[in-house]
């Protein structure tokens, strides 16, 4: 096993921990968004330095592709999670909407702006 094998085995390792991670995170809780960016970060910038060594031969090697593979399917668990998390948020930011609609529909602030009636008959 040559040291840039090892590397990219030791990236690509790192890269699912970090899913996994994301996978495992509750995103209701507080902190979660921000540690859900933090992942996400993280899981850009080893794509970017694994972007160039798998470019190479190194994609053949068995256990690396088995490593990539599991990034992959891992990246799609993950991509239906947040999917999910979305619809979730959408339906809750819509019923806000809706009850703010129905709260100024039925009570209703009427304004009267101050005026002077100057009664010249008199």
Known sequence: MSASQAEVQQGLRTLKQATEAILELDLESEGGIERLVQLQAM???????????????????????????????????????????RNFVSEQMNKLQEGEKSRSTYHQVFTQAEGYFIDYRK
């Open 43 to 85: 899981q850009e910038q080893l794509r970017k330095e694994l972007e160039v060594p798998l470019t190479s031969s190194l994609k053949e090697d068995p256990s690396i592709r088995e490593l990539i593979d599991s990034c992959l399917t891992l990246s799609n668990e993950v991509n239906r999670k947040l999917i999910i998390f």
